[in-house]
């Protein structure tokens, strides 16, 4: 008897009692690669849609189910669930977008795995976003480009709260319960600069733990650049250049190396895997 063979894509979707994928996955994630309607969950359960839409013209006929870390990462109103399965073996290059140059901050995320995140905030010089240079009040300043505009203001209004804390003199920087997802959703979106990847499949693979979103954050907000900000309204705040700047030897460095606010820990439930 042959054996169940793994597709090569890197991540598999099951729709369960559909035909296809919901059309609001479709709207958000782009389309799907490859489908087979009709197919058991497991081969040995009820009926569903499994699809792909990493690798076009991937054979599902068969697939080696244990090969994938399967999440039920949705529920919809009329109980049919969303499975996303990610495969054992997934590596962050095999994600990689070839069309962008890769720049960034390597932060290990929770799987343990080192992944490149870009830095978004425009006024950094690091800046990954690609962009454009105008005359802005006799200054000429760069403004990213219109597509990449709501995800720089988000880490720019992220980079702001970090100031606003510092010079509160506050040594913690804590976020409401309604804004852990916000957070979530803004690595994801600088980690898919760089990869082919969603906040379902980001999930499945294990990226997210209150133990790396301070990392990731710094990264993506370029907190050094942040300090030489705050070092600035510091000196002006009080007269005094010198005795409220932190070290200015930073060579070698990491952007998440910072000494800034520490966050209160996000927390997330899981959602149920099958057992």
Same mark, same amino acid.
């Not at 609001?24 to 782009?30: A, D, M």
């Not at 109103?77 to 590596?91: C, E, F, H, L």
């Given at each position: 008897? =042959?054996?169940?063979?793994? =597709? !090569?894509s890197?991540f ?18 782009g ?12 081969? &040995? ?12 013209g ?29 495969? /054992? ?6 994600l ?7 720049r960034?901050? !390597? ?61 509160r003199?506050? /040594? &913690? ?31 499945a ?10 990392d990731?954050?710094? *990264?993506?907000?370029d ?26 030897? &930073? *060579?070698?460095? =990491?952007?998440?190396?910072?000494g ?7 927390? =997330?439930?899981?959602?149920? &895997?099958?057992?």
């Amino acid at each position: 008897m =042959s054996q169940p063979l793994p =597709s !090569p894509s890197p991540f598999l979707y099951w729709f369960e009692r559909r035909q296809m994928p919901p059309q609001h996955l479709v709207n958000r994630f782009g389309k799907f690669r490859a489908m087979q309607p009709g197919r058991q969950w497991q081969d &040995t359960g009820g009926k569903g849609c499994l699809a792909t839409r990493h690798t076009p013209g991937a054979s599902l006929d068969q697939v080696d189910w244990k090969a994938y870390r399967w999440t039920r990462v949705s529920l919809d109103d009329d109980q049919r669930a969303t499975w996303v399965g990610a495969r /054992n073996d997934v590596m962050p290059e095999e994600l990689r977008n070839h069309e962008t140059d890769g720049r960034g901050v !390597p932060v290990t995320l929770a799987d343990g795995q080192s992944w490149r995140l870009p830095v978004l905030d425009i006024r950094s010089p690091d800046c990954c976003l690609p962009s454009q240079d105008f005359l802005i009040d006799g200054e000429w300043r760069p403004v990213p480009r219109q597509e990449y505009k709501p995800l720089s203001d988000r880490a720019m209004s992220l980079a702001g709260k970090f100031r606003e804390a510092i010079l509160r003199g506050a /040594n &913690t920087f804590r976020w409401g319960d309604d804004e852990d997802e916000q957070i979530r959703e803004l690595i994801v979106d600088a980690l898919s600069i760089h990869y082919n990847l969603n906040v379902y499949e980001a999930s499945a693979l294990g990226l997210f733990s209150s133990e790396v979103y301070y990392d990731a954050v710094c *990264a993506i907000i370029d907190w050094r650049a942040t300090r030489e900000l705050i070092t600035a309204l510091l000196a002006e705040q009080e007269g005094n250049g010198g005795t409220a700047n932190p070290s200015e030897d &930073t *060579a070698g460095t =990491s952007n998440t190396d910072c000494g800034a606010p520490a966050f209160s820990r996000l927390t =997330s439930q899981p959602a149920p &895997t099958p057992g």
